[in-house]
């Protein structure tokens, strides 16, 4: 009977070491190999983003009104058989583009294309935003500011939400940019 409890008891702490390993090798697969965000878009990201400049709300709201850069919200959004699903109207700083799905970490040659065609036409400083603690944002700004080193990139970290908070106009969009 002790030798029983011993041996499952033994078995026990093997098996929850090696439940605990895996969750804490988990958390290390936050990033991929080339820095990428590729799992819980929804957390607390970094104040500032290399080689990008990162905005404050005030300075993208003096940008918006000078007309000095151009907004992008990278809010993603149900994608099947060729079509984008938007459940409701996508709210956004006017005059915003909407380029969904091009934040994600290991982006789908399909997105990098879309991502491609669009950045490329842009003129000025092209600012990427969606909602407080996202990582598609930072994710899209990093890519474009390595993938296109000549053009100009900004990064608003506090999005959407906190331009709202400050009572800034607000205009509300249907469809993102069609596929090209």
């Known amino acids: 009977m002790k030798w029983n409890a011993c041996l ?16 804490e090798d988990d958390e290390f697969q936050l990033f991929d190999s080339d820095g990428y965000r590729i799992q819980s878009y ?16 005030e300075s ?10 151009h907004f992008v919200n990278v809010q993603p959004v149900l994608w099947r058989q060729g079509f984008f699903l938007p459940d409701q109207p ?8 909407w380029l969904p799905n091009v934040g994600f970490g290991q982006l ?15 003129d000025g400083m092209i600012i990427f935003y969606c909602t407080p603690d996202c990582w598609h ?23 959407i939400d906190a331009w709202q908070e400050k ?3 607000v205009e509300f969009l249907q469809q993102p940019l069609p596929m090209p």
Not at 42 to 57: H, K
Not at 60 to 69: H, I, Q, V
């Open 60 to 69: 993208a709201y003096e940008l918006w009104l000078r007309k000095s850069g």
């Open 90 to 97: 996508l709210t956004i700083i006017p005059g915003s583009d």
């Open 8 to 23: 499952a008891l033994f078995l026990g702490l093997i098996w929850g070491s090696a439940v605990a390993s895996t969750t």
């Open 108 to 122: 789908e040659e399909l997105w990098a294309d879309y991502l491609q065609h669009y950045a490329q036409q842009w």
């Open 42 to 57: 929804r957390s607390a990201t970094p104040a500032q983003l290399d080689g990008v400049q990162t905005l404050t709300t």
């Open 137 to 159: 944002s930072w994710n899209t700004a990093k890519r474009v500011a390595e993938k296109w080193p000549d053009l100009k990139v900004g990064w608003f970290r506090d999005g």
């Open 167 to 169: 009572g800034y106009p």
